[in-house]
């Protein structure tokens, strides 16, 4: 039955026992080209995994360069859409990858971005659609993301922008909502709660001290309940990734305050 495989495989992308995750984002070639951090596919992915994190993100032709054949286990998510920077609007994501084609790779998961408030939104959508489908067929889980961007958005961590872009994610049956966080606790504890279906956020652009990184992720995570973080530049492009990834579990699988887990962090 398809359920009891999307529950398998959902185990997979998390930790059992508290439910929460850690996923390292590396599908930023696409878009970009190849970034500090993401030069040696297998080597960064080995670095992680041994550092917890429970999964990272890659685009289907990455995902054999990232294997490794051997280290501690992680979860696959393909991510099925994607642009170039290049691209006439860049905010448009079109499908690249199908659920088909990522469980024959052996994905845990799937992953689609859609930016809300983008000219583009309505195609988008659409294609949403679809994947979410196929994604029930075969009992594949979602990870949507889902960010407010377009002309009408001033700023894409407003709590009324951030809280459509979280609620239709869970309105277009994604399992699982990647987001921005809105930088204040309270705001995004009602997103957390009002959004019906666990809630990630994002890491965003690499940030100027390793305790502001801790500082979000525990605001977001241990006080206003996500379920955990997917964060992309500020680990692979650390000093010690190993290290940041581990720090970061430790936050949000063992609680550990900001202060806490400062002390034991090394770069």
Partial sequence: MSYIGKSVRLERIMNRKTRRTVIIPMDHGLGAGTLPGLENMAKIVDEVAEGGANAVIE?????????????????????????????????????????????????????IHINIGADDEPQMLMAAQQVVSSCRAWGMPILGMLYPRGKKIQKETSPDVVNIAARAGAELGMDIVKTNYTGDIESFRKIVKGTQVPVIIAGGPKMDTTEDVFRMIYDAVIEAGAMGVAMGRNVFQSKNPRAMVSAICKIVHDNYTVEEVLKEYSA
Avoid: F, Q, W
């Avoid at 289907?60 to 099925?80: T, Y």
């Fill in 59 to 111: 685009h289907a032709g990455m995902a054999a360069a990232g294997h490794r054949g051997g280290g501690r286990d992680i979860g696959l998510i393909i991510h099925l859409t994607g642009a170039t920077s290049l691209a006439p609007d860049p905010n448009y994501k079109v499908t690249v990858c199908s659920v088909e084609d990522a469980l024959r790779m052996g994905a845990d998961g799937v992953s």
